[in-house]
């Protein structure tokens, strides 16, 4: 659970910090949410990946 809190507040901490400052352009300013939502997307994934492993090995 804790774990969950931390990654919850890291999302909402990056995305406040994202908008906080838009001198580096609307080009910059997009690809830093595209690049910050596809990690968050691959970080999500590689959990649920993990989770299922983890599961398996328990089973067997």
Not at 27 to 35: C, M, Q, T
Not at 46 to 60: D, G, I, L, R, T
């Amino acid at each position: 659970m804790k774990y969950l809190f931390t990654l919850i507040c890291l999302i909402v901490t990056s995305s406040a910090m994202a908008h906080e400052d838009h001198a580096l352009g609307e080009g910059v300013h997009f690809a830093y949410h595209i690049a910050f939502w596809s990690l968050c997307a691959l970080v999500i994934y590689k959990s649920v990946e993990w989770f299922k492993a983890k599961k398996n090995s328990k089973q067997k």
